[in-house]
């Protein structure tokens, strides 16, 4: 037989399409040709494939050999397709008495026939398992694999591969790698701040974005890092969409991270390819590597701008597109925003315990930062003030972060029963729906829009937050405690345009305004 077909998968942004590759040996002068637009690490698998065969003890054919791969408008990159390529030409030339049908093969060869890992193994195995199809990827891929493929199998070796499929010793099925159970420090550990915790609370029952301000040593990383573990347990798709990102990224994924929400805090020097994901071939950035978990921004001005506006898109679509020469790759990327940022560059703008020496001008270009766009976007702004030594120590202990994750997982759970989705992606057809005022209640909101300047998009917010801090407290109607509430996450001066040429007036004086109903 001078013509073999065998199965394979390359993986593509979080897919994984099939691969047929095509072996056919020919006479004439001994020679190794792939088509099908492979790029240079599949160019030279013939040196690998050439290497691994004649090492297992097996005759490298002296033919003309012809490798296609298909579909050939197709681009392949990546080492995976070398296990495939190698038991074509063995059973072109007769070599392996086999037939590979309902088989996918993934993996690359070192020079000795070994199977070494390969990238993307998890969307791999998603995509084969939901085309019924077999699975044999290297021993070092075979516990993810096996975590959502009913049927993988993991082989050490090139001549394992070709026992199992000549009947001579069969590959054991592949066991799920053991996960960890999750652990998260506890928000009881944080005392006092007791307003930043139940805005911490309320992003996390609804999904919505905070910023956290406030000088340094205030609890705000502290706060943020508490956050995945009072959030609800991940879904099984959840699960299966954050590690299928994290498989193909260049950190690979952990099987035993799997079901634990991601928590990725990139350092404020990281570039805007770095936060959305970019490369010749795209891959994920830190914005996807956080989805369906918490994307944290410390010192948030510190960011270069280019930085924090790429994040405005992916805020309101949940996914981003890359656009490159080669390829258009979206991923998905619907992360739970958590910021935090200093008053001033110094830090100390209205702290009681020390001086700021920055100039107007100085706070104002810091603030300045931040567009109004990239500000409108994020649904709560909470003032994390500094606490004196002595109220620390009296502070009582809050609630445990067991506690407070069953709060939020009723009120996650409430918002899944009426609409489907958390309260942050509410369209406004559904804000319309779901969100009703009662008259008297409508006409507040009216006039707190008009005194604080709101946008569409801010007076939407307002009425989201304000339908999540209904579910926690178990209402099932708006009442106006929840509606003033909302607005007082939206009335810091940070997001006030008026109040931006008075940049020198400390933060605290939100809790001086004039109350809405006056």
Same mark, same amino acid.
């Not at 001994?30 to 637009?37: C, D, N, Q, S, Y």
């Not at 296609?68 to 390529?85: F, M, R, T, W, Y």
């Not at 009913?150 to 590959?171: F, K, M, P, S």
């Not at 010192?299 to 981003?320: N, W």
């Given at each position: 037989?001078?013509?073999?077909?065998?199965?394979?998968?390359?993986?593509?942004?979080?897919?994984?399409?099939?691969?047929?590759?095509?072996?056919?040996?020919?006479?004439?002068?001994?020679?190794?040709?792939?088509?099908?637009?492979?790029?240079?690490?599949?160019?030279?698998?013939?040196?690998?494939?050439?290497?691994?065969?004649?090492?297992?003890?097996?005759?490298?054919?002296?033919?003309?050999?012809?490798?296609?791969?298909?579909?050939?408008?197709?681009?392949?990159?990546?080492?995976?397709?070398?296990?495939?390529?190698?038991?074509?030409?063995?059973?072109?030339?007769?070599?392996?008495?086999?037939?590979?049908?309902?088989?996918?093969?993934?993996?690359?060869?070192?020079?000795?026939?070994?199977?070494?890992?390969?990238?993307?193994?998890?969307?791999?195995?998603?995509?084969?398992?939901?085309?019924?199809?077999?699975?044999?990827?290297?021993?070092?891929?075979?516990?993810?694999?096996?975590?959502?493929?009913?049927? %993988?199998? =993991? /082989?050490?070796? +090139? @001549?394992? *591969?070709?026992?199992?499929?000549? &009947?001579?010793?069969? !590959? #054991? $099925?592949?066991?799920?790698?053991?996960?960890?159970?999750?652990?998260?420090?506890?928000?009881?550990?944080?005392?006092?701040?007791?307003?930043?915790?139940?805005?911490?609370?309320?992003? %996390?029952? =609804? /999904?919505?974005? +905070? @910023?956290? *301000?406030?000088?340094?040593?205030? &609890?705000?990383?502290? !706060? #943020? $890092?508490r956050l995945p573990g009072i959030l609800p347990s991940m879904t099984e798709a959840e699960a299966l969409e954050s590690a299928a990102l994290a498989s193909v990224s260049d950190q690979g994924f952990d099987p035993a991270r799997w079901g634990i929400r991601p928590f990725r805090s990139p350092h404020h020097n990281a570039s805007d390819a770095a936060l959305i994901g970019g490369g010749p071939r795209p891959k994920p950035g830190e914005i996807s590597l956080a989805h369906n978990g918490v994307l944290f921004l410390?010192?948030?001005?510190?960011?270069?701008?280019?930085?924090?506006?790429?994040?405005?898109?992916?805020?309101?679509?949940?996914?981003?597109?890359?656009?490159?020469?080669?390829?258009?790759?979206?991923?998905?990327?619907?992360?739970?925003?958590?910021?935090?940022?200093?008053?001033?560059?110094?830090?100390?703008?209205?702290?009681?315990?020390?001086?700021?020496?920055?100039?107007?001008?100085?706070?104002?270009?810091?603030?300045?930062?931040?567009?109004?766009?990239?500000?409108?976007?994020?649904?709560?702004?909470?003032?994390?003030?500094?606490?004196?030594?002595?109220?620390?120590?009296?502070?009582?202990?809050?609630?445990?972060?067991?506690?407070?994750?069953?709060?939020?997982?009723?009120?996650?759970?409430?918002?899944?029963?009426?609409?489907?989705?958390?309260?942050?992606?509410?369209?406004?057809?559904?804000?319309?729906?779901?969100?009703?005022?009662?008259?008297?209640?409508?006409?507040?909101?009216?006039?707190?829009?008009?005194?604080?300047?709101?946008?569409?998009?801010?007076?939407?917010?307002?009425?989201?937050?304000?339908?999540?801090?209904?579910?926690?407290?178990?209402?099932?109607?708006?009442?106006?405690?929840?509606?003033?509430?909302?607005?007082?996450?939206?009335?810091?001066?940070?997001?006030?345009?008026?109040?931006?040429?008075?940049?020198?007036?400390?933060?605290?004086?939100?809790?001086?305004a004039k109350p809405l109903e006056e």
């Amino acid at each position: 037989m001078s013509l073999a077909v065998v199965s394979s998968r390359v993986a593509l942004g979080i897919e994984a399409p099939r691969i047929t590759v095509e072996v056919h040996l020919a006479n004439g002068l001994p020679a190794l040709t792939i088509v099908g637009l492979p790029e240079a690490a599949v160019r030279e698998s013939k040196e690998r494939v050439r290497s691994a065969i004649q090492t297992s003890g097996f005759e490298f054919p002296q033919r003309r050999i012809t490798v296609n791969l298909a579909p050939a408008d197709l681009p392949k990159e990546g080492s995976g397709l070398d296990l495939a390529i190698a038991l074509g030409i063995l059973i072109a030339s007769g070599q392996l008495k086999a037939r590979p049908d309902g088989y996918d093969f993934v993996g690359e060869l070192a020079l000795s026939g070994a199977l070494r890992p390969i990238k993307g193994g998890l969307a791999i195995a998603v995509r084969s398992q939901a085309d019924g199809r077999a699975l044999i990827v290297p021993q070092a891929n075979a516990g993810e694999a096996a975590l959502v493929h009913r049927d %993988a199998y =993991g /082989a050490e070796h +090139l @001549l394992a *591969v070709c026992a199992h499929l000549a &009947g001579q010793q069969a !590959l #054991a $099925a592949a066991a799920p790698a053991t996960v960890e159970a999750a652990s998260h420090p506890d928000l009881a550990e944080v005392r006092g701040q007791a307003t930043a915790k139940r805005a911490l609370t309320l992003a %996390a029952a =609804g /999904a919505h974005s +905070l @910023l956290m *301000v406030g000088p340094p040593g205030t &609890g705000k990383s502290m !706060l #943020a $890092a508490r956050l995945p573990g009072i959030l609800p347990s991940m879904t099984e798709a959840e699960a299966l969409e954050s590690a299928a990102l994290a498989s193909v990224s260049d950190q690979g994924f952990d099987p035993a991270r799997w079901g634990i929400r991601p928590f990725r805090s990139p350092h404020h020097n990281a570039s805007d390819a770095a936060l959305i994901g970019g490369g010749p071939r795209p891959k994920p950035g830190e914005i996807s590597l956080a989805h369906n978990g918490v994307l944290f921004l410390d010192e948030l001005p510190e960011f270069s701008r280019r930085a924090l506006e790429a994040l405005r898109e992916p805020l309101e679509r949940g996914a981003v597109a890359l656009a490159r020469a080669q390829a258009r790759i979206e991923y998905p990327a619907r992360f739970q925003l958590i910021a935090a940022m200093n008053p001033c560059p110094c830090g100390y703008l209205g702290a009681p315990h020390a001086e700021c020496h920055c100039t107007p001008a100085q706070i104002e270009r810091y603030q300045g930062r931040l567009s109004g766009p990239l500000l409108d976007r994020i649904d709560l702004v909470q003032e994390v003030p500094a606490m004196p030594p002595e109220s620390l120590r009296r502070a009582a202990r809050g609630d445990s972060s067991a506690e407070v994750q069953q709060r939020v997982t009723a009120a996650r759970e409430r918002q899944l029963e009426r609409q489907g989705k958390p309260n942050s992606l509410l369209s406004a057809d559904e804000i319309e729906a779901f969100c009703k005022l009662a008259p008297d209640d409508q006409a507040l909101l009216d006039q707190a829009c008009r005194r604080l300047g709101l946008s569409a998009r801010g007076y939407h917010r307002v009425l989201r937050v304000a339908r999540t801090v209904a579910d926690l407290d178990g209402h099932k109607q708006i009442p106006r405690a929840a509606v003033l509430e909302a607005v007082g996450y939206r009335r810091h001066p940070l997001l006030d345009a008026r109040n931006r040429a008075a940049a020198n007036a400390p933060f605290a004086t939100v809790a001086t305004a004039k109350p809405l109903e006056e």
